[in-house]
């Protein structure tokens, strides 16, 4: 069997030399080629009567330098501008857009943001420890939050005196003409799960997180839990 091998191994070796030469004396032929054209173009001009290609390329430098490149200099400082004031605006824009989300998904959090009176003692201990973990900069805490919030919603379950081993099968059972946000809870708990699953692995943006505890919300206004 080792025998067998070794003609196997000289044979893709030899190929692999043979491509390796065949792609050097390609290089080589491009750059012959390459001198021969540029040696062609070089006596072209000469024929032309331009006279010494030297001076032809000064006197194209020349022309840049004068005639295009004050252009080109106007062009770049206006469109400099330009995107001075876009990063202005869309950077006004962008605050305007994640003061609207907070107050969607999370009036707690944009009430400062919108001018608004920060509910100072707020009627749920719990939830208030959720909004301090959602205003966190740590990933962590995001995930801290929603795994929190979950928690608020089991108790919410069972105190609505829905029976069931987990939060899954409570909501399962629950009436949606007596539960108008049972699809927010639903939607909230998945992203709950997904984090149990997945522990520190899964990757909870704040924007995502916002979202989430806008969803829990929801369904804690319904039965003023907070």
């Known amino acids: 069997m080792a025998e067998e091998r070794k003609p196997k191994q000289a044979t ?59 252009v080109w200099k106007l062009v770049a400082v206006i469109a400099s501008i330009l995107a001075f004031f876009g990063i202005i605006y869309n950077s006004w824009k962008l605050a305007g857009i994640n003061a609207a989300e907070n107050l969607i998904f999370n009036p707690h959090l944009g009430a ?16 208030e420890q959720v909004i301090k973990y959602a205003n966190s900069d740590n990933p962590s805490d995001w995930r801290q939050a929603v795994i929190e919030a979950d928690v608020m919603l089991e108790e919410l379950l069972h105190n609505l005196g829905y029976d069931g081993a987990s939060v899954g099968e409570m909501l399962k059972s629950v009436d949606e003409k007596e539960f108008l946000t049972v699809e927010d809870a639903w939607q909230a708990h998945k992203v709950r799960n997904a984090i149990a699953h997945s522990g520190g692995d899964f990757e909870l943006s704040e924007r995502e997180t916002k979202r989430v505890i806008g969803l829990f919300e929801k369904v804690f206004t319904e039965f003023e839990v907070i």
Request: no cysteine.
């Open 12 to 70: 893709a070796e030899y190929q692999t030399d043979k491509k390796t030469v065949e792609q050097i004396v390609s290089l080589l032929a491009g750059f012959l080629l390459l001198a021969a054209l540029s040696n062609a173009l070089l006596n072209f001009v000469e024929n032309l009567g331009l006279g010494d290609p030297n001076s032809l390329w000064a006197r194209l430098v020349e022309y840049f330098l004068e005639h295009i490149w004050p």
């Open 112 to 127: 400062l943001a919108t001018g608004g009176v920060e509910i100072s003692e707020p009627k749920n201990k719990k939830w």
